[in-house]
């Protein structure tokens, strides 16, 4: 018997993708982007702000969305700098502050 394979929404796999991924469904990238996180309020209610300092690409800064939970949702994000190709894109982690 063959083995019936569904596109990544069926399964949840998007999800997972737009959520950070896991190990199966998204090969992790080697541009890290350390970013620092805001709460915010709109008119939809409270929202986290990701800041980075300084784009692995342009060097700027940049900020996204980093959802509306309880914590900041980090993961995947395209690059949005410049003429940057479609597949450019880094992941987002919280900046480590070391204690002194």
């Not at 063959?2 to 992790?28: C, F, I, M, Y």
């Not at 890290?32 to 980075?52: E, N, T």
């Not at 692995?56 to 914590?71: F, N, V």
Request: charged share 20%; aromatic share 8%; glycine share 16%.
């Amino acid at each position: 018997m063959s083995e019936k394979r569904n596109a990544p929404g069926a399964t949840g796999a998007l999800g997972d993708q737009l959520d950070g991924g896991s190990a199966p469904t998204v090969a992790r990238a080697s541009v890290i982007a350390h970013c620092r996180a805001y709460a915010a309020r709109g008119c939809f209610g409270r929202y986290w702000v990701l800041v980075i300092d300084t784009c692995p690409y342009c060097r700027r800064t940049h900020r996204h969305g980093g959802g509306d939970q309880l914590h900041p949702t980090y993961g995947h994000r395209a690059a949005h700098c410049g003429s940057t190709s479609g597949g450019r894109g880094y992941w987002l982690e919280p900046t480590t502050e070391e204690a002194a």
